[in-house]
Nanobody, 125 residues
Framework: QVQLVESGGGLVQAGGSLRLSCAASGRTFTRYTMGWFRQAPGKEREFVAGISWSGGATDYADSVKGRFTISRDNAKNTVYLQMNSLKPEDTAVYYC??????????????????WGQGTQVTVSS
């Protein structure tokens, strides 16, 4: 299995930027499709972005397209989420997730077997 630890969350003003990191340890990182999800208070967890094993394929929720960028550094076993032009509605706990041995980037949370503990992102207006 793989262990995931997120970092980089915090408080930022609307229009600002944050970069989240997710460090993975355990099984071979390159065998995992990686995703970022978020959950706001009173709402269901939702897909934000995903990236394939090699980084050659990515997918984004419509709400973050053009503002967020997912990337991975397989040499460092780390996946990133660069978040620009943040809005108050981006406020949520952000979770990193790993989907083992799936070459397709999936948006379904049930497809991801491993999850981090989450990191809080708060965007003030």
């Amino acid at each position: 299995q793989v262990q995931l630890v997120e970092s980089g969350g915090g408080l930022v003003q609307a229009g600002g930027s944050l970069r989240l990191s997710c460090a993975a340890s355990g099984r071979t990182f390159t065998r995992y499709t990686m995703g970022w999800f978020r959950q706001a208070p009173g709402k269901e967890r939702e897909f934000v972005a995903g990236i394939s094993w090699s980084g050659g394929a990515t997918d984004y929720a419509d709400s973050v397209k053009g503002r967020f960028t997912i990337s991975r550094d397989n040499a460092k076993n780390t996946v990133y989420l660069q978040m620009n032009s943040l809005k108050p509605e981006d406020t949520a706990v952000y979770y990193c997730a790993a989907d083992y041995w799936n070459p397709v980037v999936t948006t379904k949370s049930n497809d991801y077997e491993y999850w981090g503990q989450g990191t809080q992102v708060t965007v003030s207006s």
